[in-house]
């Protein structure tokens, strides 16, 4: 549920954040923006303010009725059928560690390579010689560079651009884009906010070599001279990292309006209308039954009345057997519960309602939420039964069926 939650923030933040950004020059905001989308997709869907709400409803209001209980149903595991929902869990957990592995790897290599590098200082900046067709690049406060066939212009240029990586740690906002990946792969969106974050560190680092007084033509031709030079990996900041059209594009842009910025504050109440939303469907359910216990209580009228016993009992189509048959063939053991080696015994409450529908189901007795769920999921699917009466007239009527989940 944590992950669902995750990546629907994720994709509602990014969205937002594409349409407020596009084509302005704000790219410290952007750049703000962007950790904020991570920083909120992680922590919003663990702010839970049921507990709150639930504090202000009184315990005896959202409890059940007392109600006619059913024969106990025995609920086993069965091994023959396949476990599509732990293949999904071992499929994402495998490449979830790949692509992980794959990043300590490439941290791994550039250490390495680090290491064996060979030091020198270049217009006063100390650095690791690279040696090969490479493109320079930088990660954290290392930045490689092979000078040579490069005029001291050029490497003035190149420096420039990776000192502005390392000084605005934008190693840790590549890092972090990688990670963030690998954790939430099968989200296109994690993707596509990799790209964004990797183009906007260079729009920070071009700008800062154009602010320098670098001919902004030199330059351009500079980029386009090592466009296709080999990166050593994809975790640090590239000279030459792609597209380059829309970094020519951007340097080339005029500078927006500074007051457009503020657009970027619209972040705030957002989250505050996605915090509101994770929570809403806790409180409306609280809050529903509150209101639907009070006018039950209040309520005089003996035609909504619920009754626990009446003259002529509610039967489920075919009887009791039919409905003990219908319980053990339709329950099946969560595999998430038989992993956590979870058994119990679970008793839902529900109403058999005038027209023989199945309403108000809920658990009267808790075991797991993976048990618990599987109980309700059942008894809700229930077909209509036989309505009761009381007096020759249909009447509500109140149920409690256990249901006993045990491991061999």
Not at 126 to 133: E, H, S
Not at 210 to 230: C, F, M, P, S, W
Not at 232 to 256: D, E, G, H, Y
Not at 379 to 399: D, E, H
Request: charged share 15%; aromatic share 10%; glycine share 4%.
């Amino acid at each position: 549920m944590y992950l669902i939650k995750a990546n629907v923030v994720l994709v509602v933040l990014f969205v937002f954040y594409q349409i407020i950004s596009a084509g302005d020059t704000f790219f410290k905001w952007r750049r703000l923006s962007l950790l904020t989308v991570y920083m909120l997709s992680l922590l919003l869907p663990t702010i839970d303010l049921s507990v709150l709400v639930n504090e202000t409803v009184p315990l005896g209001n959202i409890l059940p009725r007392m109600a006619y209980n059913l024969p106990e149903v025995m609920v086993q595991p069965t091994h023959d059928n396949f476990d599509w929902q732990q293949l999904a869990v071992w499929l994402y957990t495998g490449v979830a560690l790949a692509l992980l592995l794959r990043v300590f790897w490439q941290v791994g290599v550039v250490c390495r390579l680090a290491q064996r590098s060979e030091r020198a200082t270049l217009h006063g900046t100390a650095v690791c010689l690279l040696t090969g067709d490479y493109s320079p690049f930088s990660f954290f406060r290392w930045i490689f560079v092979n000078p040579v066939n490069k005029t001291p212009s050029q490497v003035q240029q190149i420096l420039t651009h990776e000192q502005t990586h390392v000084a605005q740690w934008h190693s840790a906002d590549a890092l972090l884009s990688q990670l963030f990946v690998a954790v939430f792969w099968f989200n296109p969106v994690a993707w596509l906010m990799r790209l964004q974050v990797r183009n906007n560190l260079e729009y920070l680092a071009d700008r800062s070599v154009i602010n320098g007084g670098t001919d902004k033509k030199a330059y351009q031709y500079h980029l386009l001279a090592v466009a296709y030079r080999t990166n050593v990996a994809t975790i640090t900041n590239n000279f030459n990292v792609l597209p380059l059209k829309k970094r020519i594009k951007m340097m080339n842009k005029q500078t927006s309006n500074p007051l457009a910025r503020f657009k970027y504050l619209l972040f705030v109440p957002l989250a505050v209308a996605l915090l509101a939303m994770n929570n809403t469907t806790i409180r409306a359910n609280v809050q529903k039954k509150v209101v639907k216990t009070t006018k039950t209580t209040k309520k005089a009228d003996a035609s909504n009345k619920v009754y626990e016993v009446c003259e002529q009992m509610p039967t489920f189509p075919g009887g009791d057997a039919a409905l003990m048959k219908y319980l053990s063939e339709n329950v099946k053991y969560p595999a998430l519960a038989i992993k956590a080696q979870e058994q119990g015994r679970v008793v839902v409450s529900f109403t058999v309602e005038k027209d023989g529908a199945i309403s108000d189901v809920k658990v009267a007795r808790s075991v797991t939420p993976s048990l618990d769920a599987e109980a309700v999921r059942v008894v809700k699917a229930m077909p209509k039964w036989t309505p009761g009466k009381q007096g020759g007239q249909l009447v509500r009527v109140r149920y409690n069926v256990p249901v006993s989940f045990k491991l061999n």
